[in-house]
């Protein structure tokens, strides 16, 4: 027995009682969420290639799987990244059944991340494109929920991810050649540019976030911020891989600093975006689009302490991501275009969806913050112009928010107070506390999330 | 056969055909036909650069996506002509003149450095480069369920016609059949939900 194998065999026999379960929504998540905590439990903490006991028995699970000449690797080093995803996965699957998920969610919720372990899993490396667009198949499944009448969104989530797919194909054809071995020659430079489109689709940097919006719009905003955060995390995993194995992409100025402005852009028309929006949802795509700006300045910084930002930014992203759409998503039920008075019908999703908000904006206090201060303070290194669009976007965004927070607090005619179920109380309070409380003690988790990529000892020696 | 890698000129020429007439065709079955023959086309440009195997694999897997999308378009009962539904022009010259623009970047592109490192055939890389073309144009001007997966199953067939040359492995073949079988599987789910909520509004308004 393999743990590759055994990873994927037990993944799918989750999914399977959760499909088994679907019209019993509590049941199917609570199994997929403590299917996939149980994973993430054995990825991180049973040991492979040595014998251990269970029921009196000894086992040894080698930590790879050769399949038609191509390996599967379970190793130390990608451990603690896939543990990592599927806790991130069970976190968030965990209360989707208060919100009315598709039934078939909680069935291809782990598959999802199934996909992304075997991405980060394969060998060489490079495969890892088709996994991630195997996991984007199964996001399109849960994004077009039974009945859509519109489906742009899952469509074109489909058709860009095939697109990034083929790109990193091809450049990673030519590096694996050797054709490429320097950033200075022309053909290093289209290359590198075929790989910057495959990986600004990957992590949904304007343009390539058009899905989006449509997808937030046509399906539920909890579904949708779960894909959201599995692939970005896969997007961003994938790149770090990459920068560990080519030293000359991490050192090259040029495509650094090409990172930084593309991350300042999605900033500046991320926090432009969302203070135009009347829609929570879009307003809720477009301030996350701003934090996918920020994550993309401390990788572009290049240095060991701006890459470890980006990946303590991509854990705070999934609770206040987590957080804001659960909250969202209770709002939505009632009517997402128009909210006014709803901080007096839903006291708790009203306040929820506010501190989610600021701590996906990065205010201080929030789960958000810790990652942009340490950008901003200096540790990430980042050039003036563009710490000023950050502070200014954060500023924007806060406005933004504060002006929510009156619509939602505003007399309405309805202002009878309703009382939430207990499960989306716990939840929410929940979610609430963990927001505060990491965001002043950030040591309590990010140290651990920063961890996961110790086994790429040549991006942090 | 070696015969029919002597006259690959043929499939290479064909595939830019097809992909003019994947363009202009509105009726549903008859861009299924056409999705299955630049499968059979594409197999056998194929053939002048791997293992008859290799080609083999890929054509069942596009000829089997092909089939799921027409069972799919079958048993959804909507109506056999797919319109085009967007801001753009959508007349007979216009998906015309896009189907030429996608010969010419196609020709263009073969004299590309990237594609001279790949050391294959040009008649090859020409048939590819049409294939890949044609799904972008194709991806370009429709947002229907069908003509996206159409577009995107040309798209990576094109793709696939190079990719499985230059790295010719059991492994990229059986991941690439995936990835088509997946696009099928997952636009034919698509094309579902969207037949069943129209038949729910028809059902509305009777």
Known sequence: MNAPLGLFVLSILVSLIAFFLRNRPRWSGTIAALGTAG??????????????????????????????????????????????LYLSGAFLIAPSWLIKAPRYFYALGPLILAAVAASLMVQPFLFAAVFIELAAMGAVLVIVAPGSRSTSGGLRLLTLYTLAMIAILITGWQLETGAVTSAGQDLARRMTMMLGLGFGILLAIPPFHIWLPEAVRQSNPYVVAYIVVILQAAGLLFLFRLLDTYPWLR??????????????????????????????????????????????????????????????????????????????????????????????????????????????????????????????????????????????????????????????????????????????????????????????????????????????????? | MPWLQDWIHIPAYALGVIGILLLLSNDRIWLLILLTAQYFLSAWLMLGSVQPVTSGAILLAGVLSALMLFLTVRSVRIQRYEPYELAFPSNVLFRVAVGVLGILASIGALRAEIVQLAGLDSMFILGALFALFSGFMQLG??????????????????????????????????????VHLGIALTCSYVLLQVAGSSAETLEDKA
Do not use: C, H
């Open chain 1, 251 to 461: 050192d090259s100025r040029g495509l650094l600093e090409a990172i930084q402005w593309a991350g300042a852009a999605a900033v500046l028309l991320g926090a432009l975006w969302a203070s135009s929006q009347r829609d929570a949802r879009l307003l809720t795509i477009y301030a996350l689009l701003a934090d996918l700006g920020v994550m993309l300045v401390a990788i572009g910084n290049g240095t060991d302490a701006g890459l470890r930002l980006a990946l303590v930014m991509s854990a705070s992203r999934v609770l206040s991501l987590g957080v804001l759409s659960l909250a969202l998503t209770q709002l939505s039920m009632f009517n997402s275009a128009n909210l006014r008075g709803a901080g007096y019908r839903w006291p708790l999703a009203s306040t929820t969806f506010l501190v989610g908000l600021l701590s996906l904006i990065g205010f201080p206090l929030t789960a958000g913050f810790p990652g942009r201060w340490s950008l901003l303070s200096g540790i990430g290194g980042i050039p003036l112009p563009i710490a000023i669009v950050i502070f200014g976007s954060m500023a924007l965004l806060s406005i933004v928010a504060l002006r929510w927070a009156f619509l939602l607090f505003s007399p309405d005619e309805d202002m009878k107070t309703r009382t939430s179920p207990t499960g989306e109380r716990i939840f929410m309070m929940g979610g609430l506390i963990l927001t505060v409380l990491l965001g002043i003690f950030p040591q309590a988790i990010f140290p651990w999330v920063v961890e996961t990529v110790v086994g790429l000892t040549r991006l942090f020696p």
């Open chain 2, 141 to 178: 001007v429709t947002r229907s369920p069908l003509r996206v997966a159409v577009g995107l199953l040309t798209m990576l067939s094109g793709f696939s016609i190079v990719y499985v040359a230059i790295e010719p492995s059991l492994a990229v073949v059986a991941l690439l059949a995936l």
């Open chain 1, 39 to 84: 994973l993430a439990f054995v990825v991180l903490f049973i040991g492979f290639d040595e014998p251990f006991g269970v029921l009196g028995l000894s086992l040894k699970l080698s930590s790879r799987w050769v399949l038609l000449g191509r390996s599967f690797n379970l190793g130390p080093e990608i451990r603690p990244m896939i543990g990592y």
